[in-house]
């Protein structure tokens, strides 16, 4: 197996492991963090926070792993656009899971504290409770501007490439622009983050990449667009 077909599957393997640590991430943390009483319910289901940002972190690692094992293949096309790419999904957006996931796990000695204390007692851990979900909510809305940004330069260097099929790519393409409105209109107050509206524009975006990652897997890159001079071919 040469270095493309495995950084193919590897890719490809990276999406797959994010997009279900991200869906499990939901499963186990945000029933618990959306209950009215999340501060009693941290506490009762403390290694069901954990899991969640454990998942977490599991997710932003897995995503942040993507431009750097691209970088070589997709600078080919624009250095300086691979290089955004590594800083937006890289960097940028794995700071913004890592800041949920500290709110979370905050919230677990707060919550320990706050059942503690008794209810005549407990009425100053709860603008604490507040200020640490915030902080999670706002590391989310940032994800929600940083990750559409770097999806753009990743399928517009797969779609100049034709390491992929162009319509895989020119989905992406079309599917990140209107995350990225979502997301701009959610920033804004516009719409609400879990609205329809908001919904059916972020809806393109998983199940693209999840055809992304299987092509990439059972298909791999198109050899003639990683040959020598193709870059320079595409390009012209």
């Known amino acids: 197996m040469n270095t493309n077909r495995a950084t193919a599957i590897l890719v490809g393997v990276l999406y797959i492991i994010g997009t279900v640590s ?32 454990l998942l977490m972190l599991v997710m932003g690692l897995a995503l942040s792993m993507v431009p750097v094992a691209m970088f070589s293949i997709l600078k080919r096309q624009s250095e300086a ?15 913004t899971y ?7 796990l905050l919230l677990l000695p707060l919550s320990e504290a706050y059942v503690q ?32 940004l770097g999806a753009l330069m990743f399928n517009y260097l797969l779609y100049r490439s034709r390491l992929i099929p162009r319509w895989i790519s020119s989905w992406g393409f079309v599917g990140a622009i209107l995350y990225l409105a979502a997301g701009l209109l959610h920033l804004f107050g516009v719409i609400g983050q879990m ?14 990449e999840m055809v992304m990652a299987l092509w990439m897997i059972v298909k791999g890159f198109n050899p003639n667009a990683i040959a020598p001079g193709s870059a320079k071919a595409n390009i012209n």
């Not at 890592?98 to 979370?104: E, K």
């Not at 009425?123 to 999670?136: E, I, R, Y």
């Open 81 to 95: 656009l691979a290089l955004g790419y590594v800083v937006f999904r890289g960097a940028l957006e794995t700071v």
């Open 22 to 53: 991200g869906i499990l991430t939901l499963v186990f943390a945000k029933p618990i963090l959306d209950a009215p009483d999340y501060l009693v319910k941290v506490s009762a289901a403390g290694n069901q926070v954990i899991i969640g940002a």
């Open 98 to 104: 890592i800041g949920v996931a500290i709110s979370w």
């Open 117 to 148: 204390a008794g209810t005549p007692n407990a009425s100053s851990f709860q603008p604490l409770g507040t200020l640490l979900l915030k902080a999670a909510e706002t590391s989310s809305n940032t994800t929600e501007i940083i990750f559409p």
């Open 195 to 208: 609205s329809m509206i908001a919904l059916v524009l972020v809806l393109p975006t998983a199940p693209q």
